[in-house]
């Protein structure tokens, strides 16, 4: 009997002299990128240092796509972008120590939601490894320890012929449900010696499925088939395994209204008859979610933000499926279904039985009602109108970057993702400078379509030097700017809570003079012109920023 596991490939003629004869001039460098590219890795991000010169050097000679940015904390954001618009494992390049720390805040992103990032950092020399203190450049007691609570996994690299296995285990890892950032760190001295080893071809680093349990859907297929009053939490899982599809299709199999995370944008279409959209801040729609006697949450962990702060109370069944095995009941008691969510919703498609819910529109128009109601008595007309421009300036399928500021805070509740896999922000960890980094890194993915990025003051000038990458390689993406003087989220809190906010004030640049002198068209708008300004922005090819000044406001919190 022969077993699959016991086929080995035999190497053609070309392949055996290729091994024994391989070219010269190669170092541990080249491992690496012939590793990616064996992979199938055609795009990588970063930024030199000197300890990672040697892979550098051999990018040079790849036919692997660079795109390097100024800070790394951006490159990181990028690669997280990438990742997200892809699917794939985006390569970031890092060097060591202060070049490789400055990434962390990017990659906890990407962890929160669940971006295949391949972080791949350089090391002092291997003789300095394990914690003596040599004094050597960028030397840290233990790197991989200040990532190893952001990451999925860390994998050390201390001799050559160690590269190729890795990097194809964290890529592995990466890719594995739920996607999310590995870490790789290999000695300077490990790139920038020559190698003897063959040249890298194809290599084999296919994730493992994370499927469902049958028992565990039958259960919960039986649970939602006969259910009075079934609702469905959409997360940022359903988006990351492109399952939105399957989720449309068993909640009109089901009847069963459906309410989007903020990580979940575009997993249910807005307009949909069963869609509750995203108004997840709002006591009306906490209700009815409470009211649910079967609630079905996937791919989410219902956090702070899917709970309205923890405030949501289930009363019903809840079933949560979630890739995330530690996010499995972290919250609520619930049957929990570790799965990717795609092939759980696959089978809860084959096993459930339609039921027919004719009120169901009706009682999901009613909540729509009551949540405009109550914000139609704040006049908040400028920030309604606000989202109305972009979106209608917003080619459909163009995806937007949104940074912490309160035009994102408001588009995580009212704007219409109009598609899946198009509306991203850093709501996963809350970090500022995300946006337009990460507007680049889409980009870079999808050249076919323009970027928007959306930004306070603030948070742009955590990016403002990434103008001169816009610049540097054409980028289509249109940067819009809401200038309010300061961290406008932070003074609103800072003033609900204590009176009057402290350090939350900020002198700014003039930024269409700054983004100018980066050779980067710039507007100053008005509400008014904001439609017309985006719109020409977004049509006109190459980088481009729209400032708006405005001071906005937050609708009233229901959870205090």
Known sequence: ??????????????????????????????????????????????????????????????????????????????????????????????????????????????????????????????????????????????????????????????????????????????????????????????????????????????????????ELTALAAHLLSTAERPAIIAGGGVVRSDASGKLRALAEKLDAPVVTTFGGKGAFPWKHPLSLQSWLEDRHT????????????????????????????????????????????SNHPALGIHADARLALQALLET??????????????????????????QDLDLEHRLVASVREALPPRAPSFWDMTILAYWAWSAFDARHPNTMHSAQGAGGLGYAYPAALGAAAADPTVPVLAVSGDGGAMYSIAELATAKQYGFDVTWLIVDDGGYGILRAYMTDAYGEPAGTELARPDFVALAESFGVPAVLATPESLTADLSKALATPGPSVVVLPALLRMFEPTHL
């Open 352 to 377: 459930t039985e339609p039921r027919t819910d004719p009120t169901a529109p009706d009682r999901v128009r009613a909540v729509l009602d009551e949540v405009a109601a109550r914000l139609a008595a």
């Open 286 to 329: 906490t209700d009815f979610l409470e009211d649910a006697d079967v609630l079905l949450v996937v791919g989410s962990g219902l956090g702070e933000l899917s709970s309205n702060y923890h405030t949501f109370a289930p009363r019903g069944r809840v079933i949560q499926i979630e890739a995330d095995a530690g996010k499995l009941e």
């Open 1 to 214: 009997m022969t077993h699959d596991h016991d086929l080995v490939l035999r190497p053609t003629p070309a392949q055996t002299e290729a091994a024994l004869n391989p070219p010269a001039g190669r170092t541990g460098g080249d491992l690496v990128i012939e590793t990616l590219t064996g992979l199938g890795a055609t795009t990588v991000f970063g930024l030199p240092g000197q300890h990672a010169l040697g892979v550098f050097d051999a990018l040079r000679r790849s036919t692997l796509r660079y795109v390097g940015l100024r800070v790394e904390n951006n490159a990181g954001f990028a690669a997280d972008a990438y990742g997200r618009i892809t699917g794939e494992a985006a390569p970031l390049l890092l060097s060591t120590g202060p070049g490789a720390l400055m990434s962390l805040a990017a990659l906890q992103e990407a962890a929160a939601a669940s971006a295949p990032v391949l972080a791949i950092g350089s090391q002092i020399p291997a003789a300095g490894l394990g914690g003596g203190r040599h004094g050597y450049l960028h030397e840290l007691r233990d790197q991989q320890a200040s990532f190893r609570d952001v990451v999925k996994s860390v994998h050390t690299v201390r001799t050559q012929s160690q590269i190729p296995s890795a990097i194809a285990a964290a890529w592995e890892s990466a890719l594995t449900a739920p996607h999310g950032p590995v870490w790789v760190e290999i000695p300077q001295d490990v790139l920038t010696a020559e190698t003897i080893l063959p040249v890298v071809t194809a290599m084999d680093a296919t994730p493992e499925d994370v499927a469902p349990r049958p």
